[in-house]
């Protein structure tokens, strides 16, 4: 009877390892608040498309994914702390930029939000500046605290 159990485990597992490694979202960790009520009134907004890519099916709370990573967005970061990174200014919420790991990928967070957002968009997405509008859409609401000093406006 326990090899019985141990099969019935095993296959559930490796069943649930497949769908992760299937996952659009594989290697994507949640931010340290992603159980923050705003990230869950954020979910509720998240747009269908986004840069022309569809919205993929993520439940993980605080992820969304748009044309199979294409463009990553995790809420309940840690919010950036003063710094001299470059800043720009979408529609009155600022986004700090962060240098992604040698591979290609666009890195931002909002700068004065709490929860704070960070996005992570592909080097091919030729429409960054219209998704950082629609994003910057999306995270308004989120009270802002603080703006960036210098922030470029786009």
């Given amino acids: 009877m326990a090899g019985g159990v141990a099969v019935v485990g095993l296959g559930v597992g490796g069943g649930l390892v497949a ?6 979202v594989f290697g994507l960790a949640q931010g340290p608040f992603a159980e923050d009520p705003g990230c ?5 907004r998240y747009p269908d498309r986004l840069g022309g890519a569809t919205r993929d099916r993520v439940t993980f709370a605080g992820l969304a994914v748009w044309g199979h990573g294409t463009v990553e967005l995790r809420c309940g970061v840690n919010p950036p702390g003063p710094t001299t990174d470059a800043c720009v200014s979408v529609d009155g919420v600022d986004w700090v930029w962060r240098e992604a790991a040698g ?7 909002t700068y004065g939000r709490s929860p704070a957002v960070e996005v992570s968009v592909a080097g091919s997405v030729a429409g960054l500046d219209a998704v950082l509008v629609d994003l910057s859409r999306l995270v308004a609401p989120i009270r802002e605290g603080a703006g960036c000093l210098a922030a470029a406006p786009l």
């Fill in 103 to 109: 591979n290609g990928r666009k890195m931002l967070v």
């Fill in 19 to 24: 769908g992760e490694l299937d996952s659009p």
């Fill in 40 to 44: 869950g009134r954020l979910a509720d």
